[in-house]
């Protein structure tokens, strides 16, 4: 309390001496050269506005201070996670998923390697991802810190992080899907792993012309079983729903009264194809777009996954599909209309409501749970062209609220109010909810409160706990794909901008505090949790952790027990690795050997990190106190290769090296 009191009078005598000022910068006590050492004359010296002052002092993070919330981020088309505290908007932590990072030493010779080769596609080694939508694990509605799932939109995979060491354990591929988008989200306990379909192919994505769309082109959406005892997604005990060839989007699971359902949007009813060969044809942007309402697929997951668990799917590439029939007679799935080119299907914090933001339509609609079943209950009279059932829309719907242009993804604070990204409004749109909201909140229900301004272009928008049974309503983060003008110029390609809006207080008082560039990708959505949620470690358990499996190695090396053993052509190492040594320091080879070498570091310190670089040999590690790895290659190359430490780990860290010699 005694803090809060403290840094509000800094705000106040800031922002009066900087009123004061208003003649805008003068002379400061320092004179016209170096900084000030008077706050007032700093911020009359950069021209910073009592509003700027007081986001500074919202967002500033002294040295060793750590932040409150730790947002996890996409990393778009670099195939990668970005871990970022919040307020203060420091770049923490890359996490290597489906593109090798070097960094981590993620894809150069270690465990990684593995992990990366579980997403090849039929075979073929795929070297980035589309990373769009990260996942936290959750407990009863709530994040549990434990894990964190994202999917590849680029080719329909989904990644296993293990929050105990932020690493990627695990990328499973979809076998009947090529491109994926609505995912990953997950049920309230962490059942399941949801990734939903986006553009259409048929099942298993073999060939067949466009003019077979109809007939053999489908969505297909995966339940991804998660066992968290063996921290890994089980495709054994996953299935799948054939679903129309519509474009599924983005998914939500319902949480709370709606546990048990999941929602999607889609686009392209109209099941576009395309100008085709002979250009006849509408474009995809006008073919898609023709419907004023596409459907809100509406799915009874528990009642899918009965019908999995009596066989009713049929086994495709090796994961069981429930076919779109059976999903119809068995009353798995139900449409509703939803306003036109829909992008965003989010479930409010206690499950009533799935809000849905139509991107051609200036008004987010607002689907009720119970009203969607009783609904069902009372038997819909329409169906769509492969039968589906639809409900309609003055049934299933709740309220309207007109936001303006360009609604997108939606997210929910703890006083009742819904934040939507307004795309071509390039603002954040706050209004209030209704139902068991109301109270929460001044104004009237379903009704806008206040738009923001955001630069630009905002994509999605996270909230603190934003996707939980109970969030928490300090910020949200805007996700701009635009920046233009925001930042010094870097080129034609440029970054991203996330922005920090402070929502802590009702009404129109929504105020960004910080713009951070992304100068690495185009992240679509983040998540942010509590920090002291995360529980990572600070080094492994025990020396000659393996990370894949969580455990001691059996191979981990103790100090002394360092040795090369040759049988004929094989050769195998055992090495330590501590500051500022590696033992052995001299592995001699043979050209054409087959090698396996493990590596371990016996540190126990936080931070004494030490890589593993040999030079020419396309091999780098990350060996964390504690850690333990190997790597297996065949020395194809005779000559010297000098290998090293490529972390600054100590003062004789330059001295850290080897030799590998090789003779021809
Ligand atoms: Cu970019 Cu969620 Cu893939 Cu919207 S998605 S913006
Ligand atoms: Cu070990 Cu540098």
Redesign the pocket.
């Known amino acids: 309390m005694k803090h809060w009191k403290k840094i509000i009078f800094v705000v106040a005598v800031v922002a009066g001496l900087v009123a004061a000022c208003s003649g805008g910068p003068t002379a400061t006590p320092e004179g016209a050269t170096g900084i000030p050492q008077d706050a007032a004359a700093v911020a009359a010296q950069r021209g910073l506005t009592p509003a700027d002052i007081t986001a500074a002092l919202k967002t500033y993070t002294p040295s060793g201070q750590t932040d409150p919330y730790i947002m996890f981020a996409s990393g778009g088309q670099g195939g990668q996670v970005l871990v970022i505290g919040v307020p203060s908007m420091r770049i923490l932590r890359l996490i290597g998923v489906f593109s090798p990072e070097s960094w981590q030493g993620y894809g150069y010779g270690g465990g990684g390697d593995k992990v990366l080769a579980e997403g090849n596609v039929k075979g073929k080694e795929i070297k980035w991802g589309d990373t769009h939508h990260p996942g936290l694990s959750e407990t009863k509605g709530e994040y549990d810190g434990q894990w964190l799932f994202i999917n590849d939109k680029a080719n329909a995979r989904v990644a296993v992080i293990d929050l105990r060491d932020f690493e990627t354990k695990q990328i499973v591929k979809n076998p009947n899907a090529i491109v994926d988008h609505g995912g990953s989200f997950v049920t309230p306990d962490t059942d399941y792993v949801i990734e939903g379909p986006q553009y259409a192919t048929p099942i298993g994505w073999g060939y067949a012309p466009l003019s077979e769309y109809k007939d053999k082109y489908r969505g297909v959406i995966t339940f991804w079983k998660f066992d968290r005892d063996k921290g890994r997604i089980d495709p054994k005990q996953s299935f799948q729903i054939e679903l129309p060839p519509y474009w599924q989007d983005l998914c939500d699971a319902g949480k709370g009264v709606s546990n048990g359902w999941i929602f999607c949007n889609s686009f392209n009813t109209e099941m576009a194809t395309g100008m085709g060969v002979d250009g006849k044809g509408a474009p995809y942007e006008a073919g898609t777009t023709q419907n004023d309402t596409d459907y809100l697929h509406i799915i009874n997951w528990k009642a899918a996954e009965a019908d999995f668990k009596a066989g009713k799917g049929k086994d495709i590439n090796g994961i069981s599909v429930i076919p779109l029939e059976t999903a119809i007679s068995d009353k798995l799935l139900y449409f509703t209309p939803e306003p036109k080119s829909p992008h965003g299907a989010d479930v409010t914090p206690g499950g009533e409501y799935v809000v849905v933001g139509g991107k051609l339509d200036p008004h987010v609609t607002i689907y009720s749970f119970d009203k969607i079943q009783k609904a069902i209950a009372a038997g819909p009279t329409e169906k769509d062209t492969f039968g589906v059932p639809v409900l309609k829309l003055d049934d299933t719907k709740e309220a309207q609220v007109e936001l303006g242009l360009g609604p997108l993804h939606t997210v929910f604070d703890d006083k009742g109010y819904a934040y939507t990204s307004m795309f071509l409004d390039s603002a954040v749109a706050r209004w209030t909810l209704g139902g068991p909201y109301a109270d929460k909140h001044p104004e009237q229900p379903w009704t806008k409160v206040q738009s923001l301004p955001v630069q630009y272009n905002i994509g999605h928008i996270a909230a603190a706990e934003g996707d939980t049974a109970s969030p928490d309503g300090q910020y949200v983060v805007a996700l701009d794909k635009w920046s233009i003008d925001r930042f010094a110029n870097v080129g034609p390609l440029m970054p991203q901008n996330f922005q920090l809006v402070d929502i802590s207080q009702t009404g129109d008082k929504m105020q960004v505090l910080y713009d951070m560039p992304i100068g690495m990708a185009e992240p679509h959505y983040a998540q942010i949790i509590k920090a002291d949620k995360l529980k990572p470690w600070q080094v492994y358990p025990e020396v000659g952790w393996n990370p894949e499996t969580q455990s001691v190695d059996p191979n981990a090396v103790k100090a002394g027990s360092e040795k090369v053993v040759r049988n004929g052509k094989d050769v195998e190492i055992w090495m330590s690795?501590i500051?500022?040594h590696y033992t052995p320091d001299l592995v001699e080879l043979q050209k054409g050997d087959h090698v396996v070498w493990h590596l371990t570091s016996l540190e126990r310190t936080p931070d004494a990190?030490?890589?593993f670089a040999i030079p020419g040999y396309n091999i780098n590690l990350s060996l964390e106190p504690g850690e333990s790895q190997t790597i297996e290659f065949d020395a194809d190359q005779d000559g010297t290769f000098p290998f090293?430490?490529?972390?600054?780990?100590?003062a004789l860290?330059?001295e850290?090296t080897g030799q590998m010699l090789v003779k021809p």
């Not at 090293?644 to 100590?650: D, G, I, P, V």
Request: proline share 0%; charged share 10%; with cysteine.
């Open positions: 690795v500051r500022s990190t030490h890589g090293y430490c490529t972390e600054f780990c100590s860290h330059l850290m």
